[in-house]
């Protein structure tokens, strides 16, 4: 769904092909995504402005957060980490 929508609207979808499961499978489970790659997220975040869906998506870089904290607080919906455009 979201691969043929983001192929259709962005120009560079090569370029986030790699991760594009991981938000396939977000979308279709919990919403969330644990990546390191920050210019995937940036990426994404571009596309939600096309695909709204993808802004309910939950994007943390564990390098930058606690994310042993956030899963055992049962990984809340905080919007600082949402792929809003």
């Known amino acids: 769904m979201v691969n043929a929508q983001a192929q259709a609207l962005w120009p560079g979808t090569k370029q986030i092909e790699k991760d594009l499961f991981l938000v396939e499978l977000a979308l279709e489970t919990d919403r969330r995504v644990i990546s390191l ?14 695909i709204p869906d993808l802004s309910a998506i939950l994007w943390l870089n564990p390098d930058g957060e606690d994310v042993p904290a956030w899963l055992r607080n049962s990984a809340p919906d905080d919007p600082q980490y949402r792929l809003d455009p």
């Open 37 to 50: 790659n920050e210019k995937q997220r940036k990426q994404f975040s571009q596309l939600a402005k096309q």
